[in-house]
């Protein structure tokens, strides 16, 4: 049996973007030969339309760029997250960098300006706090066991 692995299903070119589109990665599917991959995307599963309007977070809330509030749609999209990686035991997870669910490390300010700080995405954040391992696309090559490019 092969080891779980949670990924942002945008990453696997599932349009589930704030936008309507996806971020598919060239080496995603390839992790489905050493892994058994395990589709999340926090913001649908907390209830969010795709379309939607773009969201980051400020300090400990998630605001839409017109100001509206979506925290509770983020943590209810976390917590379903976690839920997932407790029910197949996934132990690590490939998260979309920067986003303000699945962000680990660096995230987008909040200014909508494409300015980036430290900080972790809601469900990042959630899936670290139970012991998930969470890599960025960008670190894809690591488990592949490959060198970068």
Request: aromatic content about 6%; some cysteine; hydrophobic content about 35%.
């Amino acid at each position: 049996m092969k080891e779980k692995l949670l990924i942002s299903a945008c990453l696997l070119g599932r349009c589930c973007k704030y936008n309507g589109g996806h971020n598919l990665h060239p080496l995603a599917e390839r992790l489905g030969e050493k892994y058994e991959l395990v589709a999340v995307c926090p913001e649908s599963f907390g209830g969010l339309p795709i379309p939607r309007e773009p969201s980051e977070r400020v300090g400990d809330r998630v605001l839409s760029k017109s100001g509206l509030d979506v925290t509770v749609a983020f943590r209810r999209g976390a917590e379903r997250a976690v839920e997932l990686a407790k029910k197949t035991k996934a132990k690590k997870a490939v998260l979309k960098e920067r986003s303000p669910s699945c962000g680990f490390g660096k995230i987008y300010d909040g200014s909508f300006t494409g300015t980036v700080i430290p900080g972790n995405g809601v469900a990042a954040q959630a899936l670290a706090a139970e012991g998930v391992a969470i890599w960025g696309e960008s670190r894809i090559e690591e488990l592949l066991g490959e060198d970068g490019p």
